[in-house]
């Protein structure tokens, strides 16, 4: 059905508030406009030109961004920061291959940055699995016991290994950020 616009006040009064809207944000439409919406007038959307950040950059935002080790882990601290997931690093996964096993670490274990806590155990070769951070493991991924090969598909993901209290939270601080991961990595 067609929409006719009977006086010509309208027609201009419409078109110089579209012109002043689309001069004042970007604008998106998708029919075509005709001189004298005669047909129908379109409805402008707003886009934000102006970036907004998903994170404001805080000291808790910092901490709560994935780290590495230099024995490829990954920790990942809760937003309570009382907890902290770890897993091993998508690099770490590709140079195992298809991991076969993997050995948990034990429900209440506590334990000190650089202790073993697990193993790895892939077709090519094994690793064990170190502790990023100082705390008490409270929860072991049960899902890699019946399916390791989940660490292959995604090991920052659904792949990780453990889940721990986190002793120091400040202790994360000395890690290495994704950048300095992959730098590290390149070398």
């Not at 650089?114 to 892939?122: F, L, Q, R, T, Y």
């Not at 991924?141 to 400040?170: F, Q």
Request: net charge negative; aromatic share 8%; charged share 20%.
């Amino acid at each position: 059905m067609a929409m006719r616009h009977s006086s010509t006040f309208s027609r201009t009064f419409l078109l110089r508030s579209y012109s002043s809207y689309s001069q004042s944000c970007s604008t998106l439409f998708t029919a075509k406009s005709t001189p004298y919406l005669t047909r129908f007038a379109v409805a402008p959307v707003r886009i934000a030109t102006t970036p907004t950040p998903s994170r404001w950059l805080t000291s808790s935002a910092l901490l709560n961004s994935k780290r590495y080790t230099s024995a490829h882990e990954w920790i990942e601290l809760s937003d309570d920061q009382k907890t902290a997931t770890i897993g091993i690093s998508t690099y770490a996964a590709k140079a195992l291959g298809d991991v076969v096993f993997v050995e948990l670490p034990a429900t209440g274990q506590e334990v000190a940055a650089g202790d073993a806590i697990g193993a790895v155990e892939s077709v090519k070769s094994a690793s064990d699995i170190y502790a990023p951070i100082s705390g008490t493991i409270v929860e072991g991924n049960a899902v890699l016991e019946e399916r390791p090969g989940t660490i292959n598909k995604g090991p920052e993901e659904e792949g990780w290994i453990a889940r721990m209290e986190v002793t120091d939270p400040e202790e994360i601080s000395a890690l290495m950020d994704e950048e300095a991961y992959r730098s590290f990595t390149e070398e």
